[in-house]
């Protein structure tokens, strides 16, 4: 049985941070890409940030990067994303995903076939 579980999620302040993290139970999380996406209430889901399994390299959307940063730990079976100059537009729900097709990274949500429950981000002062 595989899952995904996210924790981390709350309020922050504009400006301020939080972690988000995404454990994996069933399979390992190193095997396949990771994504994480989020949706906002009446919007559509989008992604937020990608690893890719063949060579480590992890990617951003262009309105995250340079705020939020993939990490790994191998030894715990879990993706962080640690989000920072947090802003009220990051308010959602935020979702990590596993693509276990072993095709190239891709980028968009069909290409994901595991996902986890969600955990919410509420950004405000």
């Known amino acids: 049985h595989l899952e995904l579980v996210e924790s981390g999620g709350g309020l922050a302040q504009p400006g301020g941070s939080l972690r988000l993290s995404c454990t994996a139970s069933g399979f390992t999380l190193d095997d396949y890409h990771i994504g994480w996406f989020r949706q906002a209430p009446g919007k559509e889901r989008e992604g937020v940030g990608w690893i890719n399994i063949f060579d480590g390299t992890t990617y951003y959307a262009g309105s995250v990067k340079g705020r939020f940063t993939l990490s790994r730990d191998n030894a715990k079976n879990t993706v962080y994303l640690q989000m920072n100059s947090l802003k009220r537009e990051d308010t959602a729900v935020y979702y990590c995903?596993?693509?276990?097709?072993?095709?190239?990274?891709?980028?968009?949500?069909?290409?994901?076939?595991?996902w986890g429950q969600g955990t919410q981000v509420t950004v405000s002062s």
């Open positions: 995903a596993a693509d276990t097709s072993w095709c190239p990274l891709g980028y968009e949500m069909e290409e994901y076939d595991y």
